[in-house]
């Protein structure tokens, strides 16, 4: 279907595209990867006919009818419902709808023609699924967050993220050959996110999907073409095929490279050696044009691999076992419509919550409140003791100068903060998050996203924080970006509350999650799975008014009938498996924590022994900060103890 010969694109003097060539077959699902900056997004646009290439040529065959999202969608007029909008989107539908309604006012005169016209303009508008278009917009338009009654409201009054919702599901509703989706994740929520996945999967055409999402690459694709150092690269795979066969050609490619570069350090020392020597000019010219011929193949090693860098959290200060409880919360910007109401729920020590709604449902304003960037306008929200929030918005880039060095901005966090002391643990943290004295001068604006996410991370640890708040952490993160923070993340010991549209990633990194609805907020004690199963028992919908505490309780209606002995032997079994799950949890918990208090205590003990009958080998500070490690370890895990085993007891006597 679609054939790159010799591609090269430049920009300036940048090469973008050097000499590119591979082919999309028909009907394959193709996931373009790479960093950010490498040439993705160009490919589409060539393809689009948006721009030519400097040099190649780009052959289409079979003439598809390609389906893309625009950047700036706008209206054809003020008063365009978002509905209309999204029909318009189909090319040839509204004038192919007026000519049949033109021609069946005529079919009464008898003429053949008209009659022939007619049939033959039903035929295409069938072809187009013009009959039942309407219904799969409004498919489209629901699974990605709208509501019924917003469809007849103008295009114009929804901002720029919902446009493009509409534009991404206008397209998908118009059924074309090829689709071409650059990043569309990025303008959904993580509902969304999974409806688009399943609608996607139903897709009969070509596709070709540009993201950084692993959730997507890995159940929509079966191919993969990486866009990296001017090259594209194609891998007759899935997305776990060619993060593995990446690795083994970067291998090969590291060792080419190596003999490359010691075969011209060879030819080099001839001719610096011999150039001036007449018996040997002919030889030393000879070997300058073989250099030469290396300089033009000259290997270049992707660029994801120049520029990985690290990101090692360090262990969290002490805090309380709560770390945040909040009790009939709501919150109001215009102190008219409430953006969220009578919320209760509790973070405790270790946690790591996964917030889940649609956009618009008030997750990012449910973090400012936790953060204390803004009050309650009802309700407590109460901070526990010793807790130090770490607030990454999504607008964490725009908060970074970009006139400013990456030194100087660490710096001025860092004289915040008092969990390090000396230049040289200060530099050492600025190593920790991979930035070396080769990066410490760069300006701030030029860093990619996740040198950025990286920045931002630091200047939070800076300030010593034991309770991370991340809204959209991955936004501006490549696959290797997402990788390096959910791999960080998975390890820190400290308390996190996120947000975020990466299913893999939230699946990786949740031990919990708070889902945002309509109705109001409910809380899941397990992961994104646990979640995702509670949802499937519930029938998918759990966006429904919850029961008023009147109808709960049976007040407010006619009085209930009492129970037979068996109904009540029912129901206390159904209490019993209702509470199974969490009582095996807890009581996990309780012997994991008497059996590592054990051991540390034992190792405590010994360690005391060594410091107050010390050898002469003895190191008394490391001694010292052994002892104090392990007494912190034992109160951790003993508040751990008390804490499940006291709401093990208070489950049982419930049960009773």
Partial sequence: MLDFQDISV????????????????????????????????????????????????LIVEESPRIGSTRQNPAPDSPDETLLEYALRGVPGFHELDARMRELEQKLGSGDKGVLKEYGEVQTAFEHLGGYDLETRV?????????????????????????????????????HPDLLLLDEPSNYLDLPAVDWLQKFLKQYQGTLMLISHDRYL?????????????????????????????????????????????????????????????????????????????????????????????????????????????????????????????????NVTRGDKVAIIGYNGLGKTTLMRL???????????????HNVVTGYLSQEFAETIPPDVSVYKVAKAAWQGGTNISGEKNFRNQLGAFGFDENDVEKPSGVLSGGEKIRLAFLRLFLSAPNFLLLDEPTTHLDLDGRRLLQDALQKYKGTILLVSHDIDFVRAVATSVIEITPAGVRSFPGGYDYYCEKKAQAGGDMSGPAPSRDAASGRGGAPAAAPTSKELRQQRAAARAKIAPRVKELKRIVETSEKKIDELQAALDAASEELFNPKPTTD????????????????????????????????TRDAE
């Avoid at 090469?15 to 993705?40: A, C, I, M, Q, T």
């Avoid at 990486?226 to 095929?241: K, Q, S």
């Avoid at 490690?629 to 499940?644: H, K, M, P, S, V």
């Fill in 10 to 57: 430049h920009y300036g003097l940048q090469d973008v595209l050097s000499n590119v060539s591979f082919r999309v077959n028909k009907g394959e699902r193709v996931g373009v990867v790479g960093p950010n900056g490498s040439g993705k997004s160009t490919l589409f646009k060539i393809i689009l006919g948006e721009m030519s290439a400097d040099h190649g040529e």
């Fill in 138 to 174: 409004k498919v489209a338009l629901g699974g990605l967050g709208f509501s019924v009654e917003e469809f007849a409201k103008p295009f114009a009054s929804f901002s720029g993220g919902w446009r493009m919702r509409a534009e991404l599901s206008r397209v998908l509703a118009s």
């Fill in 217 to 345: 690459l890995r159940t929509l694709t079966d191919v993969i073409v990486e866009v990296d150092a001017g090259t594209c690269t194609r891998y007759e795979g899935n997305l776990d095929w060619y993060l593995r066969e990446r690795e083994l050609r970067y291998q090969q490619l590291v060792q080419a490279k190596a003999n490359q570069d010691h075969h011209r350090e060879q030819l080099q020392r001839f001719v610096d050696r011999f150039r001036a020597q007449a018996t040997k000019a002919a030889q030393a010219q000879s070997r300058q044009k073989l250099i030469d011929k290396i300089d033009e193949a000259r290997i270049v090693l992707p660029k994801r691999y120049s520029q990985r860098g690290r990101l090692r959290l360090a262990d969290p200060p002490p805090s309380g076992i709560e770390m945040f409880r909040c009790e009939d919360m709501s919150f109001s910007y215009d102190g008219v419509k409430n953006v969220l109401h009578g919320v209760t729920f």
């Fill in 370 to 384: 936790v953060a204390g960037t803004r009050r309650p306008t009802a309700g407590k929200a109460i901070l526990g």
């Fill in 620 to 651: 008394f500070a490391e001694a010292n900060r052994k002892v104090r490690t392990l007494q912190f370890e034992i109160e951790r895990y003993t508040a751990d103890w008390e804490a499940a085993a006291t709401e093990l007891e208070n489950l």
